[in-house]
């Protein structure tokens, strides 16, 4: 398979378990799933199925307890933490419920994030940082503490912060969860334009409207895929 | 090696950020930091005070004093030292340079017109002022002839001087000692204390044959005398040819004590060391205990700050930093406070000490030295006490820190 066909996300029989109470229980009991490059996958399931559980998995937060996990031709369920480290940041771009802004540093600063942590020499990431903050729509806010913005702008500085390290992979775990629906649309625009530039996108969400921005959806229910 | 420094500087960013947690740690650190300060000066001025004392007394020279403390004890005549026994000396040890006895006489009164001092009448020869290295200020040095012609003159001691005289010039005016007159031919340098706290500068110097025969009408025994050697490596081998010497010219018995006391450059420094080696055992003990609290504030301080900033360390690792990098922030921003505490303790040390000299009489030197060993424990501590939070931090699993 050659690196166009080569799909970016390939789950094979993944299953996750957490230890709870003294009892091993199985969150994510068999999940099969495969998300070419180039996709905008949503995800999609009832509360406490196991959404963001796989989610952590997709973004190399966690390791499965079981199955295969090939990202981007790779196998990563063999890889070292400091491995994963390196692809969560080279190769992956994190957008959370909850923004996960650091409050202590400017706007501008926390978009810079992921490109401190970088392995690679070469490295413009201030000038690609002011770019991203003026498509996000906040050149006028660099400055600020996080704490300053409306939630709307912390998202938007977060999408920057994802895009940084320029990934061919986009996560977000409900994105919009804490905005109003005027607000998550401006954000829902961004996510399709990610996609129309050729980044694979999954996002997980509960409201269909949201859901609607992707291409395709799937579902999960107890830990298993819906077919 | 761009990264290490990206990190060192999201350190500083926090280390600015926090700023309750920054102020205590450095507090504490400082106030260490500044009784190892003070320690260390101390000690290195308790050094250098003995050095001093040393070069004052003679590297290179032998005090051969009579009498001895046991001898003393079971009733022995503490005159056992003559004239004879230092000119025999004189000839024996031929790589001797100086040979001079000495006749103290204690407890007399100097008076000048209606002003009265106790002195301390020291009869020497003309090499007092060379066997104890100690120069005339003013007016000349005992001669030869003033030994020799039994003349009535006198060196005198700066607070003698400021007693009996003021602010007059003493030279050639005359002072009365036991019904003598003695003419003051020259003036000491200020000495100070002795290392057993004697003040050695209300002394009045005069020729041995004067004191002997004028003052205390004694014709063949002396309080002790002084040798110096040229070749002071071989100081502690001529201590004990003297003891050798000395026990078979007073016919003493193998199972006898000395009936003299030798006293070298090396007893000073000792005794030195004894005085000054318990105040620096306090004070380090003090500065070791103070180092161990401010490690334990920092270690406390900063396990708090990991819990609270679980978060942004769940941030950090979701966005690729390694274990490694976040132990490195941590690490950094404890050792980059304990550095700042460090420095800020050190001016404190230096203040501190310099208003304990004020004081006390207190034997402060600094030199870079206290400044390294400061600086280094500062590391110590960051590094040592700032270990555990950190690896707390890196080994927090990024999938519960962001969910919090
Ligand atoms: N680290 C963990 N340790 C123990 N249990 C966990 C852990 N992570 C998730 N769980 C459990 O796994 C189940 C699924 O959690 P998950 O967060 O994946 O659900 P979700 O689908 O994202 O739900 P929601 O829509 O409410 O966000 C829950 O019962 C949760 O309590
Ligand atoms: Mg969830």
């Known amino acids: 398979m050659d690196e166009i066909t080569q799909p970016m996300v390939l789950m094979d029989q993944v299953t996750k378990s957490f230890r709870i109470a003294d009892q091993d229980v199985a969150i994510l009991k068999g999940i099969d799933l495969n998300v070419r490059r180039g996709e905008f996958v949503a995800v999609m399931g009832p509360s406490g199925s196991g959404k963001t559980t796989l989610m952590n998995l997709i973004g190399c937060l966690d390791v499965p307890t079981d199955g295969r996990y090939v990202l981007a031709g790779r196998d990563v369920t063999k890889l070292t933490d400091d491995e994963l480290s390196v692809i969560r940041n080279e190769h992956i771009g994190f957008v959370f419920q909850n923004f996960c802004l650091i409050p202590y540093a400017t706007v501008y600063e926390n978009v810079l994030l992921p490109s401190l942590y970088t392995m690679k020499s070469k490295n413009d990431a201030a000038g690609r940082a002011v770019d991203l903050l003026r498509m996000v729509g906040l050149e006028h806010r660099t400055r600020s503490k996080p704490a300053l913005l409306s939630g709307g702008e912390q998202q938007r500085a977060g999408i920057a912060r994802a895009l940084i390290n320029s990934p061919e992979l986009l996560l977000a775990d409900e994105p919009t969860g804490q905005l109003d629906s005027r607000t998550a649309e401006d954000i829902m625009k961004l996510f399709v334009r990610m996609n129309a530039d050729h980044k694979t996108v999954i996002i997980i969400t509960h409201d269909p409207n949201i859901a609607g921005y992707a291409s395709r959806i799937v579902r999960i229910k107890d830990g298993l895929m819906e077919t | ?404």
């Open chain 2, 1 to 404: 090696m761009m990264r290490l420094i990206r990190i060192l500087a999201q350190a500083l960013m926090a280390v600015r950020a926090f700023k309750v947690r920054t102020f205590f740690c450095l507090v504490s650190v400082a106030l260490g930091i500044s009784a190892i300060t003070v320690i260390v000066a101390t000690t290195e001025g308790a050094f250098h005070e003995a050095y001093l004392m040393v070069e004052r007394f003679g590297p290179d020279s032998l005090m051969v004093i009579a009498g001895s403390d046991e001898a003393r004890a079971v009733g022995q005549r503490t005159k056992t030292i003559t004239l004879a026994d230092v000119e025999a000396a004189r000839q024996a040890f031929t790589s001797a340079y100086l040979t001079a006895p000495l006749m103290a006489v204690e407890g007399t009164t100097a008076s000048y017109k209606n002003n009265k001092y106790q002195t301390l009448i020291i009869g020497s020869t003309s090499d007092y002022s060379s066997a104890w290295s100690w120069p005339v200020i003013e007016g000349s040095d005992l001669s030869e002839n003033d030994v020799i012609g039994l003349k009535n003159v006198g060196l005198i001691g700066q607070d003698l001087l400021r007693e009996l005289f003021g602010t007059e010039n003493p030279v050639g005016k005359f002072v009365m000692v036991k019904q003598v007159l003695v003419q003051i031919i020259g003036v000491l340098s200020e000495r100070g204390m002795s290392p057993t706290g004697v003040n050695l500068d209300n002394r009045l110097i005069m020729p041995v044959s004067t004191v002997m025969r004028k003052i205390i009408n004694e014709t063949r025994y002396v309080t002790l005398f002084r040798i110096r050697f040229l070749d002071q490596e071989n100081l502690g081998h001529y201590e004990n040819e003297m003891k050798l010497f000395l026990r078979q010219r007073h016919a003493l018995a193998d199972d006898q004590p000395n009936d003299f006391r030798i006293i070298s450059p090396m007893e000073i420094i000792k005794f030195l060391v004894a005085l000054t080696g318990s105040l620096i055992v306090f004070l380090g003990l003090a500065g070791v205990i103070c180092l161990i609290g401010a490690g334990f504030v920092l270690a406390n301080l900063f396990l708090l700050s990991v819990k609270e900033r679980t978060r942004e360390i769940g941030i950090r690792r979701s966005i690729g930093a390694k274990k490694g990098d976040i132990l490195f922030q941590f690490l950094a921003e404890a050792v980059m406070i304990t550095t700042a505490g460090g420095v800020v303790g050190f001016l404190l040390g230096l203040v501190s000490s310099k208003l304990l000299t004020m004081v006390a009489e207190f034997p402060i030197y600094f030199s870079w030295k206290s400044a390294v060993v400061g600086l280094l424990l500062s590391w110590a501590i960051g590094i040592g006490f700032g270990l555990q939070p950190a690896s707390r931090a890196a080994n927090l699993e990024p999938i519960k820190a962001v969910r919090e």
